[in-house]
């Protein structure tokens, strides 16, 4: 069985590169009995299962064929994805992850997690984090008709960036004692969110950073359940 870690994938109409990339990567894992684990970020924004449209079609259908095909698909909510529900996974027979979330895998531990969680310094995020994540205010959210929630997209997409400018490397970077923290009762910690692609070792134990997918390769992360100390970060080409 092989174990296939993304996030940050960030995909959308915008971008058909990114799309592409991950069509291919379905298609090269699609023979192999793959665990497809998403850990966030998988499109740049989601504003509603209802949402559809040819881009997002050409996805599912090559989800539906690599699920036929025997894998599993895993999806974790990321910071611009968190609306994402399972009722656009039930079309490949997607299963949706809490936010953090564990698996073991030949008698190691594991917590996966997008990784926003861990940086406890960035407290105007985590603020914002816990308004817009709740559940009444998302429910109330996707009540609203789909071009303001567009709209709306649009504008913390918008927010986001202009923020991102004014903030320091490290506040937007994970805080160690939130590490630690989520380390203390597994043996590795895989998670994105930083697009700071790394494997630390911390205490003994493995922390490891996904990449984020920018206009021509990535960094994931492939596990095999017979060799699970043997692994390190792959760049994919597309």
């Given amino acids: 069985m092989t174990y296939l870690f993304i996030s940050d994938l960030h995909l959308s109409p915008d971008h058909p590169l990114l799309v592409r990339g991950f069509l291919d990567l379905l298609k090269e894992y699609q023979n192999k009995k793959t665990h497809l684990y998403i850990l966030g970020d998988w499109f740049n924004s989601w504003i509603g299962d209802d949402y559809s449209a040819p881009w997002l079609d050409e996805i599912v259908l090559a989800l539906q064929q690599f699920s036929t095909a025997g894998n599993e698909v895993y999806f974790q909510f990321g ?41 406890t310094d960035d407290v105007s995020y985590q603020k914002f984090r816990k308004v817009i994540r709740n559940p009444l205010i998302l429910g109330l959210l996707k009540s609203t008709p789909l071009r303001f929630r567009q709209k709306l997209a649009n504008g913390f997409r918008k927010k986001s960036a202009e923020t991102k400018q004014t903030k320091s490397y490290d506040i937007m970077d994970v805080n160690q004692h939130a590490v630690d923290d989520a380390l203390a009762h597994v043996d590795m910690l895989i998670h994105g969110h930083t697009h700071r692609p790394k494997i630390h070792n911390v205490n003994g134990k493995k922390r490891i950073v996904l990449g984020d997918w920018r206009e021509h390769e990535a960094q994931i992360l492939e596990i095999d359940e017979n060799n699970i100390k043997d692994f390190q970060l792959k760049t994919w080409n597309y």
Avoid: T
């Fill in 79 to 119: 910071n611009r994805d968190f609306a994402l529900g399972q009722k656009f996974l039930n079309q490949f027979n997607g299963h949706l992850l809490k936010d953090v979330d564990y698996l073991e895998i030949s008698h190691v531990k594991i917590r996966l997690e997008h990784g926003d969680l861990l940086c």
